[in-house]
């Protein structure tokens, strides 16, 4: 089954303890991105990555680091989160960036749900 | 920076009715997307439309853009229940790949 995954889908952390949350595709899609999403302000995107060794920042980069590795690949890393990192995440990947002619559609991870304390 | 802003923020229907919501954008723009997202769910993409069509129609669904305002809107025909959920638009800021989404519109449908 073509699909997103996100791991772990449930986080609960203090103030400056390092996490990663994975994020995998199976579709051998070049393109992934991360998004946060907040109340009242839709989603918000965080990092994306057009392909392997590739990432740009997104919207709202600031406590953040991604690695594209390998093509499937694409964690999330908070290496010292704050509070203010408390948000539902989400992971999305598609054939080619959303700018590019043949662009389609994203495919979305189910999500993951961070609070920090 | 917030690209695309939908209209209205929340919209109480019945079924049968046919449900409206607006998106408006910034800068010139590719293609323009719609989501739909149940609660606190992964989005779940339901048609892109691009920057040289004006209309498109994908089941009850169907999206229009005008270039000229910068808008689009989407009608949800005969709506259902199950519909019930928020729907958002996104658009890529030119010549980058970053995706920006509206803050969307949450749709109740009533039985």
């Known amino acids: 089954e073509a699909q997103v995954t996100q791991n772990p889908r449930y986080l609960i952390t203090v103030t400056g303890k390092k996490l990663t949350v994975t994020c995998s595709q199976n579709?051998?899609?070049?393109?992934m991105s991360w998004y946060r999403q907040d109340p009242g302000l839709g989603l918000r995107q965080i990092y994306y990555?057009?392909?392997?060794?590739?990432?740009d920042k997104g919207d709202v980069p600031e406590g953040y680091k991604v690695s594209r590795k390998e093509k499937r690949n694409f964690p999330l890393i908070l290496e010292s989160p704050s509070p203010n990192q408390t948000s539902l995440y989400f992971c999305?990947?598609?054939?080619?960036?959303?700018?590019?002619?043949?662009?389609?559609?994203?495919?979305f991870g189910p999500g993951t749900r961070l609070t920090v304390l | 920076s917030q690209q695309g802003e939908e209209d209205p923020q929340a919209l109480s229907i019945q079924e049968g009715e046919n449900a409206t919501m607006n998106c408006s954008y910034k800068?010139?723009?590719?293609?323009l997307q719609w989501y739909r997202q149940n609660s606190g769910r992964g989005l779940v993409h339901l048609i892109l439309?691009?920057?040289?069509?004006r209309e498109k129609h994908s089941g009850r669904l169907r999206v229009t853009l005008d270039t000229s305002k910068k808008s689009s809107s989407l009608l949800i025909t005969a709506s259902r229940a199950a519909d019930t959920a928020s729907y958002f638009c996104?658009?890529?800021?030119?010549?980058?790949?970053?995706?920006?989404f509206g803050t969307g519109t949450r749709l109740q449908v009533f039985p």
């Open positions: 579709m051998n899609h070049e393109y």
């Open positions: 439309i691009r920057s040289n069509e």
């Open positions: 996104a658009t890529a800021l030119p010549n980058t790949d970053k995706l920006i």
């Open positions: 800068t010139s723009i590719n293609n």
């Open positions: 990555s057009m392909n392997v060794e590739v990432t």
């Open positions: 999305a990947s598609s054939v080619g960036g959303p700018d590019q002619s043949y662009y389609n559609e994203q495919f």
